[in-house]
């Protein structure tokens, strides 16, 4: 037996060496959970054309007040009303969305506005972003009493209409911006709050959870490490979706009259105007309505697409 | 059952009383007098009208009295109206609820209709339009389809073909209703569709679905009998958040077409500072709404059995 084995020469055998073509088609390209998502997102049609919407918009509303040759309330009181795309021939303003009441330049104050509604709905967003996930953070991972009666207060809260609280707040606090971006956190954060903890308290029931708790992790590293990283996903869909109902409380608001004082300008307080002049003017409230919508529009597609992408239940 | 019941029923009572403590913390916070208007007041009646309206007295007897006049029904007297607000929401009141129960109506039948479509036409045309009805009609405000309809159909409609189909304003007949009943209605179908589309086709890929579409049923039996009446849970869990959004939409859609419901007393009472009848109106709607809220929730648990077990397991 032995000899036999020893016959076997050496130059029989052939090296084949690792061929790296044949890597790929067994296990494709290693990719990360956020890319994977990326990559899903980017197929999305309608989520990258919202993006790209949202982009333009906002830069929109940071350049364009910025450069324009007119203030928000500087008055042209030789043209009020003016159509859309007015030129003066006597002195060359040009006003791109005509003029309004007191000929002011339009186009301006729409971008003014979507400084002013965009700054709104991101802060009380962020705000909600952060009570929220503190909040929900505490009462998932506390749990028991602790949890029981922290849902007990949000549930009270969510009992009273959030526009009711919102409308009586406005009435007290001073009119102006920080104002609509307090009141509108001082509710909003409740539904934020519910999902982180609904989230953890599914996540911290995990083995890796349990795993980390025996080595000795102290709960604030469990917390930031291992629970709030797993729940960002559903959050930043949760973010891009408040956006839009944010916009939508900016704009009810400013529209019953609660809105940003008088020389300032946001996209609910120039549909208001508008709608007083509507019938002989359209166009007036039709720029601001249009804003409103395209704006909410696009966070909605962007947060669907994003749902889609980042939600692993519903790969196919 | 009885239970829950009960705990419901005394956290709905809690966020009552909270929301009257709430309310009535913050009219005294306003800033500004409601007598510093028009002309200038004497000292002497500016007591007496201080007295008049019990703000003489120390912040916690005052919510005492408030407290005492809310449980009683009474929420006081408009201070621009110079009316009692009760009188002005048992005149108002009724408009804004033939409003919203027209709104909510419709929301829900064609909101559960489109959602059904597009769960069974999955991935047809159908579902692409009902779907893209449905963003839209979460997209874009109240006021703005409010203006626009009334902009397209009561006064362009009118201009061009010479016939008044709808009327521009008001609340008489059943044409006057059609816009802003629609208008109203428009961001809760659209709520009401993508949930329901959602929970039916969660339905569908059920088991016992399968087993319905072996035994040889047909699609409509399946889809009636057997899908829909399960799938139509979640959206009765949104009819209280849904009558809420009605409600205060209803602020905007009333100011539009000048229909003279609560909404519209609300709104100017804002503009003029009546404290009064901003609590009243508040509180009103507040109660209104936790125990709509309370009502869904109850039917519910009736409806529901599972609700029942979870509590059990509790």
């Known amino acids: 037996m032995d000899s036999k084995i020893k016959h076997i020469d050496k130059s029989q055998f052939e090296r084949i060496g690792l061929d790296k073509s044949d890597i790929k088609t067994v296990s494709g390209q290693n990719t990360s959970y956020w890319k994977d998502a990326f990559r899903r997102l980017s197929m999305n049609k309608a989520a990258i054309a919202a993006l790209v919407i949202i982009i333009i918009i906002t830069l929109f509303s940071i350049f364009v007040p910025a450069f324009s040759p007119y203030t928000i309330s500087e008055q042209h009181l030789g043209h009020t009303y003016a159509p859309l795309g007015f030129r003066d021939p006597t002195d060359g303003h040009m006003h791109l969305f005509g003029t309004d009441s007191l000929g002011r330049d339009i186009f301006t104050r729409v971008w003014y506005g979507g400084r002013i509604s965009l700054f709104i709905s991101f802060s009380a967003v962020l705000i909600n972003f952060i009570i929220g996930i503190i909040y929900g953070g505490i009462s998932g991972y506390a749990g028991g009493v602790v949890d029981n009666i922290m849902m007990r207060i949000i549930e009270i809260i969510n009992g009273i209409p959030y526009l009711i609280i919102v409308i009586l707040l406005m009435m007290v606090l001073p009119a102006g911006t920080m104002t609509m971006v307090i009141a509108y956190a001082t509710v909003g954060w409740t539904g934020m709050a519910r999902l982180v903890r609904g989230q953890i308290m599914s996540l911290k029931e995990q083995d890796y959870v349990v795993a980390a708790k025996v080595m000795g992790a102290r709960p604030a590293r469990i917390i930031t490490k291992h629970l709030l990283p797993n729940t960002l996903s559903v959050v930043i869909v949760n973010i891009t979706l408040s956006i839009p109902s944010a916009i939508f409380t900016e704009a009810f608001l400013s529209y019953i009259g609660l809105g940003v004082p008088v020389p300032l300008a946001s996209w609910g307080t120039l549909a208001n105007e508008g709608s007083r002049v509507f019938q002989m003017y359209p166009s007036q409230l039709i720029i601001p309505a249009i804003c409103i919508s395209l704006t909410m529009l696009s966070f909605n597609l962007l947060g669907d697409g994003l749902r889609d992408a980042l939600d692993p239940r519903l790969r196919k | ?314």
Do not use: C
Not at chain 2, 284 to 307: C, E, K, M, T
């Open chain 2, 1 to 314: 059952m009885i239970k829950y019941i009960f705990k419901r029923i005394f956290y709905s009572f809690l966020t009552l009383i909270i929301l009257v403590a709430l309310t009535f913390f913050m009219m005294r916070l306003l800033p500004g007098d409601p007598f510093i208007g028009q002309k200038a007041i004497p000292e002497t009646t500016l007591k007496a009208l201080n007295e008049k309206y019990g703000l003489d007295k120390p912040m916690w007897q005052q919510l005492l009295i408030y407290f005492g006049n809310v449980f009683r029904g009474d929420l006081g007297i408009s201070i621009h109206y110079n009316r009692p607000v009760n009188d002005i929401i048992r005149q108002a009141f009724p408009y804004s609820f033939d409003l919203g129960i027209r709104a909510l109506i419709f929301a829900t039948v064609m909101g559960i209709l489109l959602g059904i479509i597009a769960a069974v036409k999955r991935g047809t045309h159908w579902d692409t339009l009902s779907m893209f009805l449905a963003i839209i009609g979460v997209s874009v405000p109240g006021f703005i389809v409010g203006s626009l309809l009334q902009y397209f159909f009561a006064l362009k409609l009118t201009q061009w073909t010479g016939i008044a189909f709808f009327p521009n304003t008001g609340w008489n007949g059943f044409a006057a209703k059609i816009l802003p009943s629609f208008a109203l209605s428009l961001s809760s179908l659209a709520t009401v569709s993508r949930l329901m589309r959602t929970s039916m086709m969660d339905v569908l890929s059920q088991d016992y679905i399968k087993t319905a579409k072996s035994k040889g049923l047909s699609q409509k039996a399946i889809v009636w009998k057997h899908a829909v009446r399960n799938a139509i849970m979640p959206v009765i869990t949104v009819l209280g958040p849904i009558s809420a959004a009605l409600l205060t939409g209803a602020f905007v859609v009333e100011n539009i077409f000048a229909i003279p419901g609560m909404g519209k007393f609300f709104v100017y009472s804002i503009q003029t500072q009546d404290h009064t009848m901003i609590s009243g109106t508040t509180l009103f709607y507040g109660a209104f709404l936790i125990i709509a809220n309370l009502l869904v929730d109850l039917a519910y648990g009736f409806i529901d059995p599972r609700v029942k077990l979870s509590e059990v397991k509790e």
